[in-house]
């Protein structure tokens, strides 16, 4: 599914933006976050939100009470767990088939 691979490539920048751990493919995260009118400006803030969001809905998810890493928090997320990212990437994958 194309969309969990959007997903899952974004995640991976999102975490590597965050923890400042690898490389960030800034043009395809400024593409998903701009299909859903996050000014450049707001970037830093809209991806610390998303990845406590994601990190919260993680946990909740795994259920164990223990932090996984940053990088593995997404894997047991379904693509379209956040309704704003969700959105961005069916945009995303409509005009990259």
């Given at each position: 599914m194309k969309q969990k691979t959007i997903f899952n490539r974004y995640t991976t920048n999102l975490f590597n933006y965050i923890e400042c751990s690898g490389p960030v493919?800034?043009?395809?995260?400024?593409?998903?976050?701009?299909?859903?009118?996050?000014?450049e400006q707001g970037a830093d803030d809209f991806r610390r939100l998303l990845a406590a969001f994601l990190a919260h809905c993680?946990?909740?998810?795994?259920?164990?009470?223990?932090?996984?890493?940053?990088?593995?928090?997404?894997?047991?997320?379904?693509?379209?767990?956040?309704?704003?990212?969700?959105?961005?990437?069916?945009?995303?994958?409509?005009?990259?088939?």
């Open positions: 493919d800034e043009d395809l995260m400024r593409d998903i976050e701009q299909r859903i009118d996050v000014a993680s946990l909740k998810a795994e259920n164990t009470g223990k932090m996984p890493s940053l990088l593995h928090r997404c894997d047991n997320l379904e693509w379209d767990v956040n309704p704003e990212l969700k959105k961005a990437i069916e945009s995303y994958c409509n005009d990259n088939p």
